[in-house]
């Protein structure tokens, strides 16, 4: 499927229409990528936008993301959003507390976890990522070694069909197999306020494509952020215009 390019007007219609159900990515989508995942910057009126558009939609917004639920609660902070973390292995329903964060069973990642961390002994520019269920290894800050870090991770999880691996943008991640965006997407999907509504994804690498997947499976829409292939049905050129068409969609009157 090609995606069709929206405005942030168009888009923001889709957003905010009364019966969506939303989920958004957060790397690429809800902040702009940075050469540390540390160094995302959260825009001062991003939480203000999301709260309003969570109440227009009767409270049907969630975030699905790699990162753990701590650090979106971190960064989105004051806000306590329906999320998937970790692709999928950490959830919190909606209505939970901001503890009420629940685990799936995680593989064992000891070899990964060691590979990963032995090629990044020998290579400065490396950077590895653990989180609870998944490992990601970083080459941002050391692009030529792409295919070094793909083949070492390749080799590593050889054997070990509970482990998934996934190209990302400038990483390498791995976890758990037959979890992921799309699984978390379902799961949230069926219950209240989110079931029976039309689901709306956001998000802009490969790690989100089986959330558009799952959710156009159900009659959805998913929205791919930037250039590349994608199985979403709709695209917006950047993240900065799917942020101006979030702040749109939470602006809009009420009827």
Known sequence: MTPQDCTIAELA???GAPDSALFLDFDGTLVDIAPHPDQVIVEPDMPAALTALQARLGGRLAVVSGRPIAELDRMLAPLVLPAAGVHGMERRAPGAGADAIMRLPAPDFTRVRAAAQALAELHPGLWVEKKYGALALHYRQAPQLEEVCRASIAAAVEGSPELLVMPGKMIVE????????????RDIMAQAPFAGHHPVFAGDDTTDEAGFEYLQSIGGSGVKIGPGPSAARYRIASASDLRAALAQAA?????
């Open 13 to 15: 219609a889709l957003l």
């Open 251 to 255: 602006a809009m009157p009420t009827t």
């Open 174 to 185: 791995v976890k758990a197999a037959g979890i992921g965006k799309g699984t978390a997407i």
